[in-house]
Structure formats: C-alpha cells, structure tokens
C-alpha cells in the first residue's frame, strides 16, 4: 500500500498513466509463478506470515483488487489471501492476471484511470491504485522469486521507476495503520532495484 499523494505530489502522479509498467509487471510476476515448483509450496517468504502458498494466494487477491475497480465493486472486498485459489493458486494467478491486464486495456480502460478506487487509506483514482498496485506486484514477486529461488530482479528500469514512485507515494516516515509496511530497510550494497524497492517496503532476505 501507499501513502495518499499530498497536493504537492498528485499532479505528476495523476498525469502519468501507470498501465505500460503494471502490464510488465505482471508478466514478469506470471513468469515467476508459472516457474514455481510444487515441492516449494510450504517454504518460507521474505513476507513475514507467508509460506509460498499463502503467498500466491495473496498475489491472486493483488490482482482481484483492481480487477474488481474494473467491474466497479469493492476492491477491498477481497480478503488479504484467495483462501479459495489455496489448492492451485498458480494457474490462478497466471489466468487471472491475463484477464486484468485485457480489462484495463479494454474499451473502458483509459476511462478507468480516473475512477475512484477505494484503499486502506481512502480513495484515489485508478491510476494512482495501479501505482500502489505495481508497488505490489514488484515486491511480493521479489518475495516469492527469493524464496524460491529465482532470479528476484525484474527489469531495471521497471524495478528503478517504481522504486521512484513509491518514494513518493510511500514516504519513510508514514508507516503502519492504514499504511501496512513496516519500517525502510538499509539495502545492501550490491543490491539490484528490485531488492531496493522491497527494502523500502520494508521486506528483507
């Protein structure tokens, strides 16, 4: 999640349309979840409570989320972990994150940047929820790459923007509550942007 952009901050946020880089980022996330072993389903995550199951369960409700901003119900509605996807939530991942990226590229898709999406933290448009989203998708893909012992670095120049954009919209100092990430990580000295924008989402190895 994300802090609400301040007045100083919105308008760079809302003049940007986040859809090119959040399409990457779910294909770089299918990728990873389609390349998971099922002998690794019980193994721990760098997300503190997840095990790689419970992990891709919550991936499928990262995606539910905006697919339900689409369809106009309640993001929110989706609960943290798709307890109903926990026996195969691969494919469901995989299947369902084809399906948001054509709902959001349909014919109502540019009119969806600017329809009011609820968060933890109140309501933003569209376009700023898929930022928050791209924060998501990145992270918990670098999780769930890590644990399983995948490459954990996305494209650098996706990994580098969104890492921009979460500085913004995720200050250091705003943290817990209605904004659900703990405190920022140092980064080691060799790691790669993916790893940098986990480490401010507070994840670590």
Do not use: K
Not at 63 to 89: H, I, K, M, Q
Not at 135 to 158: F, I, M, S
Not at 178 to 199: H, K, Q, S, W, Y
């Amino acid at each position: 999640m994300t802090n609400q952009p301040t007045s100083a901050t919105a308008p760079t946020a809302l003049a940007e349309d986040p859809r090119p880089r959040y399409f990457r980022a779910l294909s770089w996330v299918s990728g990873l979840v389609a390349a998971v072993p099922d002998d690794r389903m019980a193994d721990p995550t760098p997300c503190d409570g997840f095990d790689v199951r419970t992990l891709l369960a919550h991936l499928v409700t990262t995606v539910r989320r905006p697919a339900a901003v689409a369809a106009g119900t309640d993001p929110l509605a989706a609960p943290l972990v798709s307890e109903d996807v926990l026996d195969a939530p691969a494919p469901a991942y995989v299947a369902e994150a084809a399906a948001l990226r054509a709902a959001w590229s349909g014919p109502d898709g540019d009119a969806l940047l600017d329809r009011l999406a609820r968060l933890p933290f109140g309501e933003v448009p569209g376009r700023v929820a898929l930022t928050v989203y791209l924060n998501e998708t990145l992270v918990h893909g670098w999780d769930l790459a890590v644990a399983t012992g995948q490459d954990p670095e996305a494209d650098p120049d996706l990994a580098t923007a969104a890492l921009a954009a979460a500085q913004v919209h995720l200050p250091a100092a705003v943290r817990g509550g209605p904004v659900p990430f703990a405190a920022v990580v140092e980064p080691a000295p060799d790691a790669g942007p993916t790893e940098r924008l986990a480490n401010w989402s507070g994840h670590r190895r």
